[in-house]
């Protein structure tokens, strides 16, 4: 079983960045993958980024790619994803989510799932 807990959304200008978390608890950290997907009002969950238990492979959405980064500190158990470069479009709740397999970025394919945080971008 695994816990996951998502913080550091928030509302922020276009151009702007924020650093979300997810801390994780229960089965060891390092033998899962990690992604993070958010979902806007009205649209389905989307993959933004994922990340191998080793952080050594990553994979991201075209939407975000170049300015959105995910890492992961195994000593904290935790996983990041630095969003820079803020736009309205990437309003969403954002979730954390695991899988004890590879990295992939279909969310059906992952088992645990944070419960969200808000990230709201104005023009």
């Known amino acids: 079983q695994v816990q996951l807990v998502e913080s550091g959304g928030g509302l922020v200008q276009a151009g702007a960045s924020l650093r979300l978390s997810c801390a994780a608890s229960g089965r060891s950290f390092g033998s899962y993958s990690l992604g993070w997907f958010r979902q806007a009002p009205g649209k389905e969950r989307e993959f933004a980024a994922t990340?191998?238990?080793?952080?050594?492979?990553?994979y991201y959405a075209d939407s975000v790619k170049g300015r959105f980064t995910i890492s992961r500190d195994n000593a904290k158990n935790t996983v990041y994803l630095q969003m820079n470069s803020l736009k309205p479009e990437d309003t969403a709740v954002y979730y954390c989510?695991?899988?004890?397999?590879?990295?992939?970025?279909?969310?059906?394919?992952?088992?645990?799932w944070g419960q969200g945080t808000q990230v709201t971008v104005s023009s």
């Open positions: 989510a695991a899988r004890f397999a590879g990295t992939d970025h279909s969310a059906r394919n992952y088992d645990y």
């Open positions: 990340i191998s238990g080793s952080g050594r492979t990553t």
